[in-house]
């Protein structure tokens, strides 16, 4: 009997209950792995596809687009897709898709846990524990700061960005936001206000990052801009990596210009700046943002709703290009 279903790719292993529904709707070009694919075997996989899952990782050029002729949708499994070239994919009529909403609050969540950790040195906590070093309980040990009653500062004021500010209100932390986008003010509570990028960065004491990475995004925070902040504030990125220039971030903390940073996102992903993992005041996280099952489960589905619509003839939901 002829197997009629559509030919799918994947470049990664997805959690299971998405993988279930796939080997039941789909034919897979292969089975993935959990390991990102090299470019040789991203492109063959997918010029013998119908329609593609990708992840962030997968960078997905011009000539790949035009040589996967068989191809009509690229779901990306993320909400940012700056690894796809979306002018190729436009020539060539390849509709792309992401995967807002359904990671919002497991991005947030996140960034707090980032703040949190970053101003109370819970790592270095941890450490000294684990190390069989610790001593017990003392009036100066692994002092940190507060974040209750301190200025919240937002770059990006997208879904993401919002979660986080309404998160604040716990900590009785007034919120001050930038966005590039000015009439999105009109939208927000009143009592988050709006700041230029420099008068931000000089109120806020946590400064958070929500923004796409874009040619106008990319090293949109570097040494002048690090200068501009308190040296008593924190830096958080859980967007992406390059909108932080990592080399001045390095040196802002070296020289005490600024107190810490979190961050979940690098540069060069999965290289990091080799000065950063020696800086205690520095939380690691390996691009954990959107790393529940819950999360991941809902990516899965929302690639696979926009991948049935695009294969039907219908808008998909989630249409970037």
Not at 73 to 97: M, S
Not at 146 to 152: P, R
Not at 185 to 202: F, K, M, N, Q, Y
Request: proline share 6%; with cysteine; net charge neutral.
């Amino acid at each position: 009997m002829i197997d009629t279903r559509p030919t799918l790719y994947l470049s990664r292993l997805l959690p299971d209950p998405v993988m279930a529904i796939v080997r039941e709707r789909f034919q897979l070009v292969q089975e993935p792995l959990d390991v990102l694919p090299a470019p040789p075997a991203l492109r063959e996989g997918l010029c013998r596809a119908n329609a593609a899952i990708v992840t962030l990782g997968d960078l997905i050029d011009a000539e790949t687009i035009h040589a996967a002729t068989r191809l009509k949708i690229l779901a990306n499994y993320a909400v940012g897709y700056n690894n796809i070239d979306l002018a190729a994919a436009q020539v060539r009529g390849l509709i792309v898709t992401n995967t807002p909403d359904v990671l919002t609050d497991a991005t947030a969540d996140l960034t707090w846990a980032l703040i949190l950790a970053t101003a109370r040195r819970v790592v270095e906590g941890d450490a000294l524990v684990r190390s069989g070093q610790w001593t017990g309980w003392s009036p100066t040990q692994l002092m940190g700061a507060e974040v209750s009653g301190k200025i919240l500062g937002i770059i990006g004021m997208g879904r993401i960005g919002q979660a986080v500010a309404q998160r604040a209100v716990g900590f009785r932390m007034p919120v001050r936001y930038h966005t590039r986008q000015p009439n999105a003010a009109t939208s927000l509570p009143r009592e988050w206000e709006h700041r230029s990028l420099h008068d931000l960065l000089g109120e806020a004491d946590v400064v958070t990052i929500h923004l796409p990475l874009t040619p106008a995004t990319h090293h949109l925070i570097g040494a002048c801009e690090l200068a501009w902040m308190k040296p008593t504030a924190f830096i958080i990125n859980t967007a992406r990596g390059p909108i932080v220039d990592e080399g001045a971030l390095v040196n802002a903390l070296k020289t005490e210009i600024i107190a810490g940073a979190g961050l979940d996102v690098y540069e060069q992903e999965p290289t990091i700046h080799s000065a950063l993992a020696e800086l205690k005041q520095v939380v690691l996280l390996p691009h954990l943002g959107s790393a529940t099952l819950h999360a991941r489960v809902q990516m899965g589905l929302v690639c696979l709703k926009n991948i049935q619509a695009v294969l039907e003839g219908r808008l998909a939901p989630n249409q970037v290009t």
